[in-house]
């Protein structure tokens, strides 16, 4: 007999190499459940307790494997409670693919009141993902898989989505082949433009010109596969390259032209080019480039046009794949030496010294450092120590640092590093949370235990919202905070409760032992670490800090004889 439309989900899946699914189940994709249950053999079903975590753990699986992440959820609730993990893959460049199953189809958007129903499912949808379908046909599904993925590798990397009604997924395809026109032009996007050498040729002209340029990198550089460039490029000229919070790890901090952000201050104040690649160089707050400087001549280098435009002001703007553009570049250039190696680690040294003042976050995390091993993977979280990892916390190798992305969801860490170790073929997760954010998804240690993944998580317990707390202090006065203090359970008990090994740890090095004995376990293990109020990090992050931080001298770098821009 023909397949039914889940069948076709499911061979469709498998064709495109899927073998992990995160999803939950649901009435509107039983017949999709079900066809999954008969190729068992083929693709592997991971279902969390939460639909936010589905998602979550799609962009963890993509971020340390490269392979596509992929969800499925129920329509309406289950569409809405993904949309949390979907946005933070969209803000942080990831491939996830979301199967969302739909209401009838006779009754999408008539307003029933259908079971599931919500108003406009297909426009939320639409505004998570970079391209999106409603299947209307069982015999499409194929097709339509087909043209998702497509799309999914074309381009920029971010979501896709797929939309199936229920009825849909249980009719079977007719006998007669289905007319897959529609789906034609989606399946096979425009080719790449050709490198335009051109352009190539003006910037490395301008780098062999300018008296200090440096490589500013973002999460663009890994996504291309772009690290061995990279070095070779920054090598040959011996220029610095700083590196955003999403472009951690596309040169290792052993290495002596690896610059965190802030060691970036010293350089960009001295800095006559900057060359951005792979990155959107934003402010956060503000809809302003990251750095401008009257006599600083930036070049844009970028998948996506969107990342040329104004308000950043490039001189030369090229849209490229950072791996050819890098790759180009590292062959034209001339060689030299812009920066010494002693002054590179000069300004390394002058950057930690800074990082150093901040206790005890900086103690808590180079406690994690020493015991995490080599090929582990750190996931960060929107927490005090994790606000200063993004400059202290040393990453050495390409996709093994998670963070948030300028989505900023908190609490999306945890399901986010179990999504991790799923894709991570057995290295050890890292993950640190704060007691405001894991309230978000401590339902997750049952998927942690459940799947035995080799996750160590660490929650960092103060008791509060602790960086609201900070900010209503600093902005509205010491006496004025509202709305910041928790009710928390005894973490060390819920772990137990779910089969999960929970240690207390009192200091940085009872953490360090704790994480270092965590490794002898084969699956998750829980380390609450009571901590108090802590000092600000914010004078030290970001290439400008945030207005209305004060920032302490700092004192001379290495660069400081040399003229400003």
Known sequence: ?????????AASLIEQNVDTLFMIPGVQLDWAVDALRERQNQIKLVVPRHEQATTYMADGYYRVSGKPGVAMVVPGPGVLNAGAGLATAYAANSKVVLIAGNVHSHGIGAGYGLLHEIKDQTGLIAGLTKWNANVDDPAQIGAAMHAAFAQLHAGRPRPVGIEVPHDVLEARAGATPADTTRWRDAATPPPAAPLDMEVVGRIARAIDEARLPVLYVGGGVIAANASEALARLARKVGMPVVLSDNGLGALSDRDPLAMNTLAGRAVFEHADLVVVVGSRFMNALHPSPSWSAAGTRFIHINIDADDLRAPRRAAIALQADA????????????????????EARGLKEWAQAQIDRVTPQVDYIRAMRSALPEDGIFVNELTQVGYLSRIAFPIYTPRSYVGPGYQGTLGYGFPTALGAAVGG??????SITGDGGFGWNLQELATARKYNLPVTLVVFNDGHFGNVRAIQKRVFGPDNQVAVELQNPDFVALAQAFGVPGVRATSAAALQAAITDSLSQNGPVLIEAPVGEMPSPWHLMRLQPMPGVKVPDAGPHPLSSRPPV
């Open 425 to 430: 073929g057995g290295r050890r997760v890292l």
């Open 1 to 9: 007999m023909p397949y039914t439309g889940g069948q076709m989900l």
């Open 323 to 342: 791996a050819e553009a890098l790759g180009a570049l590292a062959d034209a250039v001339k060689p030299r030496e812009v920066l010494t190696e002693a």
